[in-house]
């Protein structure tokens, strides 16, 4: 049996575009904390049965894509032509291996799509069409696109319409705009592994991209440093190379986990009215989650096994 040389430690988010208290009732409320419960399980047997990191963050996420409270996979957010278009990314830190996939419109799980390209090795990202035809030479579930469609998602786009019309994008809520899920782990190894996935935000342009399926952007690992996902207006994020900024921070400028990852998303993003938030992980299984937005379905598990969830200020203590 292979011995373990680190902590093992798990977060995850469902996203930043989270409504206030009162727009959901408190049984919708307890549905979607138990979610991200069901997520957090499922990465946390995975490292608790000395598994990597990489397999418990595919683990967290496929169980978000396949929930309809979260904006990737089944409910995934509808773009300016009222389809859907997937983005989804994972990466290793100990290889730096990574995969990716973007505009996707049949791939039911598209992070599964990204591990296969990470474990080929030969390519790291595929768009549109070409992410469509790889899953589906390579045996992944495709599905027809109205499968990731949901009454919330059709909603969101006619809100978002509506703010189009009358100039009031800015004013628009949060979770009339985006959202994202992703998981990064520490494993019994010292390894780490971030994942990311999205339905982009609603009403976006037919055919943009964001951050999340960009290494270094919205997702990013790397043993000895930290991993992070990352969830907002994606933008930002690639203009700035976010997830790859906070490494850098960590090694060129001394700063621990919490402080580089709060830097920009509470210092200039804040400043500028930019939502986002992410969820990172050192080497040392310290966590940080921090969100400029109203909120952010967020979890994680620190090494001693105690497990937490939310989505606003309190926290709510979970059995795994």
């Not at 190379?241 to 919490?258: Q, T």
């Not at 709060?262 to 299984?285: R, S």
Request: proline fraction near 3%; charged fraction near 20%.
């Amino acid at each position: 049996m292979i011995e373990t040389v680190s902590p093992i430690a798990l977060a995850l988010h469902g996203g930043c575009g989270v409504m206030a208290e009162h727009e959901m009732t408190a049984d919708e409320w307890h549905a979607a904390r138990e979610a991200l419960k069901q997520a957090l399980a499922a990465g946390w047997r995975v490292l608790h049965a000395r598994g990597s990191a990489l397999d418990a963050v595919q683990a967290a996420v496929l169980v978000m894509e396949d929930s309809p409270w979260f904006n990737a996979g089944y409910g995934a957010a509808l773009n300016a032509d009222g389809e859907h278009e997937l983005d989804a990314a994972i990466m290793y830190g100990a290889t730096l291996a990574a995969g990716a996939i973007c505009g996707a419109r049949h791939i039911r799980n598209p992070i599964l799509a990204a591990r296969h390209l990470l474990d080929a090795g030969d390519s790291v990202l595929l768009g549109g069409a070409g992410a469509d035809n790889y899953a589906l030479a390579h045996g992944l579930a495709c599905v027809d696109a109205d499968y990731f469609t949901t009454p919330r998602r059709v909603e969101a786009l006619a809100a978002m319409r509506r703010h189009q019309t009358a100039g009031t994008y800015k004013a628009a809520k949060e979770a009339e705009k985006h959202g994202t899920v992703g998981a990064v782990a520490l494993d019994g190894q010292g390894h780490l592994a971030a994942a990311t996935s999205t339905g982009g935000y609603n009403n976006k342009p037919a055919g943009r991209i964001g951050d999340s399926p960009l290494i270094g952007a919205g997702t990013y690992a790397r043993d000895g440093i930290c991993a992070i996902s990352g969830t907002g207006q994606g933008e930002y994020f690639i203009r700035h190379v976010l997830a790859h900024d906070i490494a850098s921070r960590i090694v060129y400028a001394g700063e621990n986990i919490e402080e580089a990852t709060a830097h920009l998303i509470l210092g200039e993003f804040k400043q500028q009215g930019v939502g986002a938030g992410a969820v990172a992980i050192d080497a040392k299984g310290n966590i940080t989650a921090p969100f400029n937005t109203l909120g952010m379905f967020r979890g994680w598990v620190l090494p001693d096994g105690r497990a937490y969830v939310a989505s606003h200020a309190e926290l709510y203590p979970v059995d795994l």
